[in-house]
């Protein structure tokens, strides 16, 4: 045991499990002081908890197969005021999951009486029967305050289904969202339906519906995407018209199933999620052991509306990862005209925060887990000539893994996105740990999750500059301490 969360490719500070697969987040929620992380574990619920999003705890299994199937990906809420009659009046847990047996899904329900520490499946269960449907999972379910309801939003191959609520037992079909919006490319999964204010004007509130996309070949693996629009208690409506508009959710290739916590504490004031660090492309294909899969770090969500009035998006770590910097190192003003430099620093788990100008050179940026031959790194960087921000592997990574069809593929990769800059300037702030990097542009407009699986000594920081001159302002590297030392 003393070599648990030692070893080679283990995120220091990610949530991943002792053993075994870790999927889709499922069932997260905060309840008397603590928050819970379900998630899938070969058809059943693991569980982790945790009283700042950043230690976790892990526990006994919470929710495994029964008579009516596997246990697949859901939701919990905090029933406050017992709507389910289900806790003698009192408060408390109601998980709402998929049940799959023999090709059939449909939704049930749990309920926990001691703070999630033991559940109880409902007697009527399924409360959702399959209408018929093949695809038919991942509920996720919200307290519509104007309408004093409970909602659903559940996949439906690819569209999604919204049901209402009294009582969390019985359900009652609403509307359908989907048909010819946004990317069609596979099987949506796992939605999620919330509301966030637009920053600088509180008191305008858009919804925003989100769904991850199965593995499928246009986009190459899976990925996610999300609209804004409004919602009213039975119908979702996007605000781009056309339904053409896609945004997604995340430009690298392994953040997938986010979902949001639900019944943070009012005073917090945040929205809160998290993602599952994989691609069904290769769910378990890399080489990791005893563990397979993990979490993102917690991100939080706000709306931000460009002068032109697209509103995005953004995705910002939370502020409790800033408790595990320990030393920190800046380096100022370093100049680089069609050249690189090392950094004295060394370091597979840290958090990294560069702000860079350029003049005219054709791309810039920084190289991570080197090697101390410099034949080996992850490029972090800006395109000046396409004006896109990039994240590379190619060079940083086994590249060769068989997937889940038991059919060679190739894993190096180079992942991009559109970014304009400002004033021919870039913030990036990075998180690398081990074998993930997650890069949050500006103000979180734009995301990466990239996993690596670099040599145990692929460990240095570089800058680099091609075809023209750059200056990096300020480079700040702070390193993060394990969140698994007792």
Not at 10 to 34: A, C, I, K, W
Not at 225 to 236: H, K, N, S
Request: charged share 20%.
């Amino acid at each position: 045991m003393s070599e648990l969360y030692k070893e080679r490719f283990r995120p220091q500070y990610h949530l991943t499990p002792p053993s075994g697969p870790m999927s889709d987040p499922n069932g997260m929620v905060y309840f008397e002081g603590v928050y819970h992380q379900f998630y899938q574990f070969t058809g059943r619920w693991g569980h982790a908890r945790s009283r700042d999003l950043i230690h976790w705890d892990h526990l006994p299994l919470a929710l495994v197969s029964d008579e009516l199937g596997d246990i697949w990906s859901g939701c919990c809420v905090v029933d406050k005021v017992d709507t389910s009659g289900l806790f003698g009046g009192k408060a408390g847990l109601v998980a709402l999951f998929t049940h799959y047996k023999e090709g059939l899904q449909s939704q049930s329900l749990a309920y926990s009486a001691d703070g999630g520490a033991s559940w109880t499946k409902y007697a009527g269960n399924p409360v959702i029967p399959n209408p018929g449907i093949r695809d038919f999972r991942d509920p996720k379910v919200l307290w519509h305050e104007p309408s004093g309801k409970w909602i659903m939003v559940v996949s439906v191959d690819k569209s999604v289904h919204f049901y209402s609520s009294d009582n969390l037992r019985a359900w009652q079909y609403e509307s359908e969202f989907g048909k010819a919006q946004g990317s069609q490319a596979a099987v949506w999964e796992c939605p999620d339906l919330f509301c966030l204010p637009i920053e600088g004007n509180v008191t305008r509130q858009k919804w925003v519906l989100h769904v991850s996309i199965g593995d499928n070949r246009e986009t190459d693996g899976s990925t996610a995407q999300y609209f804004i629009g409004e919602f009213d208690g039975r119908r979702f409506t996007n605000d781009d018209v056309t339904g053409k508009q896609i945004l997604w959710t995340d430009y690298g290739q392994d953040f997938y199933a986010a979902v949001t916590y639900s019944d943070l504490p009012q005073e917090d004031g945040r929205s809160i999620w998290l993602g599952w660090t994989s691609n069904w492309k290769y769910p378990f294909a890399g080489p990791t052991a005893p563990w397979k899969g993990g979490m993102s770090i917690p991100r939080t969500l706000t709306l931000q509306e460009d002068s032109e009035g697209l509103i995005t998006l953004c995705q910002r770590p939370i502020d409790e990862l800033k408790r595990l910097r320990t030393d920190a190192f800046r380096f100022t003003n370093v100049a680089l005209e069609d050249g690189s430099v090392k950094l004295d620093y060394k370091g597979a788990s840290y958090e990294l925060i560069a702000d860079i100008e350029w003049k005219d050179a054709d791309s810039f940026g920084l190289r991570v887990l080197c090697s101390a031959d410099g034949s080996e790194a992850a490029h972090i960087g800006y395109d000046a000539v396409t004006g896109t921000v990039f994240v590379d592997r190619t060079f940083a990574s086994q590249n060769e893994f068989i997937n889940r069809e038991g059919a060679p593929f190739h894993f190096g990769k180079r992942f991009t996105a559109p970014c304009k800059g400002v004033q021919n300037r870039i913030m990036f702030h990075a998180f690398i740990d081990e074998s993930v990097i997650e890069l949050f542009l500006g103000n979180g407009e734009k995301v990466f999750t990239v996993l690596v699986y670099p040599q145990a000594d692929s460990q240095g920081v570089e800058l680099f500059a091609h075809g023209g001159a750059a200056l990096f302002n300020s480079v700040e590297v702070y390193r993060l301490k394990s969140i698994w030392n007792k």
